[in-house]
């Protein structure tokens, strides 16, 4: 089993940026594909976007052009940053890894956008 720790989260202003990390255990980062999704209460967790094990990348169109995601195998970790930030990225963000069968979640960061 992976174990996925997010961090990062915390309080920020309208147009203001942060970064999240989701560092992972275990040896098959390398070949994984990570996503990240976000959850408001009483709404469906929404894939915000993905990095696949060759570095492919997408995103949920409502981040394009503002968020960023990369990945570090060397530290098997995979970095969201998020600039611009709006109130409506107000949600609990996760980043979730699949390796073949195996398909691991983390605990979720709190990102709260408020003036």
């Known amino acids: 089993q992976v174990q996925l720790v997010e961090s990062g989260g915390g309080l920020v202003k309208p147009g203001g940026s942060l970064g999240l990390s989701c560092a992972a255990s275990?040896?098959?980062?390398?070949?994984?594909?990570v996503g990240w999704y976000r959850q408001v209460p009483g709404k469906q967790r929404e894939l915000v976007g993905s990095?696949?094990?060759?570095?492919?990348?997408n995103y949920v169109d409502s981040v394009k052009g503002r968020f960023t995601i990369s990945r570090d195998n060397t530290k098997n970790t995979v970095y969201l940053q998020m600039n611009s930030l709006k109130p409506k990225d107000t949600a609990v963000y996760y980043c979730?890894?699949?390796?073949?069968?195996?398909?691991?979640w983390g605990q979720g960061t709190q990102v709260t956008v408020s003036s």
């Open positions: 275990g040896s098959i980062f390398s070949s994984s594909t």
């Open positions: 979730n890894l699949i390796s073949g069968s195996l398909d691991s």
């Open positions: 990095i696949t094990r060759g570095g492919s990348i």
